[in-house]
T-cell receptor
Framework: AQSVTQPDIHITVSEGASLELRCNYS??????LFWYVQSPGQGLQLLLK??????LVQGIKGFEAEFKRSQSSFNLRKPSVHWSDAAEYFC???????????FGTGTRLKVLA | DVKVTQSSRYLVKRTGEKVFLECVQD?????MFWYRQDPGLGLRLIYF???????EKGDIPEGYSVSREKKERFSLILESASTNQTSMYLC???????????FGPGTRLTVT
């Protein structure tokens, strides 16, 4: 069965530090991969997506993610975190040809001033 | 900008009540979804619809039903609310041409 694992429930970083949020998926074929961010009390906003092609994808708010097929991973990175990045981040996978997503359980990011 | 709206941000209902959660999107999207979000469990798919009057069960449909009479509106119905249905409910839609989901702001439902 398909699954998405976000091994870190909580992450705390200092403002200005770099960030990497981990995401591993289990799926036989090449999946469509997404990262979403959810600010407190809000819905989810798409940060970036990977369908095919270049394995390093750029998103909004200075985020990027790298698809590594050999590791079944799609980790999210940001070189310098801002206090406004404090939120919950979700990785998701969708199978080609369907619109159903499977979401990870989320990683809550705290940013220290 | 795509807009997905949900009828209420906060809702408090009593056990046994019939509850309607409404979702409207303004971009003529074919596909619409209802999720519930619980701490530590992420988002779990309740139902989805890929066309008017069409619906399919997601991963946790028990205790819920849905209605899609018009393309822009997708309703989630709790026939007899129970305390274990206290949760955040998120609606989303996808246009037929992409796989990107657009989310509403969510409805936090409390069943007492």
């Amino acid at each position: 069965a398909q699954s998405v694992t976000q091994p870190d429930i909580h992450i705390t970083v200092s403002e200005g530090a770099s960030l990497e949020l981990r995401c591993n998926y289990s799926y036989g074929a090449t999946p469509y991969l997404f990262w979403y961010v959810q600010s407190p009390g809000q819905g989810l906003q798409l940060l970036l997506k990977y369908f095919s092609g270049d394995t390093l994808v750029q998103g909004i708010k200075g985020f990027e993610a790298e698809f590594k097929r050999s590791q079944s991973s799609f980790n999210l990175r940001k070189p310098s975190v801002h206090w406004s990045d404090a939120a919950e981040y979700f990785c998701a996978v969708s199978t080609s040809g369907t619109y159903k997503y499977i979401f990870g359980t989320g990683t809550r990011l705290k940013v220290l001033a | 900008d795509v807009k997905v709206t949900q009828s209420s941000r906060y809702l408090v209902k009593r056990t046994g009540e019939k509850v309607f959660l409404e979702c409207v999107q303004d971009m003529d999207h074919e596909n619409m979804f209802w999720y519930r979000q619980d701490p530590g469990l992420g988002l779990r798919l309740i139902y989805f619809s890929y066309d008017v009057k069409m619906k399919e069960k997601g991963d946790i449909p028990e205790g819920y039903s849905v209605s899609r009479e018009k393309k822009e509106r997708f309703s989630l119905i709790l026939e007899s609310a129970s305390t274990n249905q206290t949760s955040m409910y998120l609606c989303a839609s996808i246009p037929g041409t992409t796989y990107e989901q657009y989310f509403g702001p969510g409805t936090r439902l409390t069943v007492t």
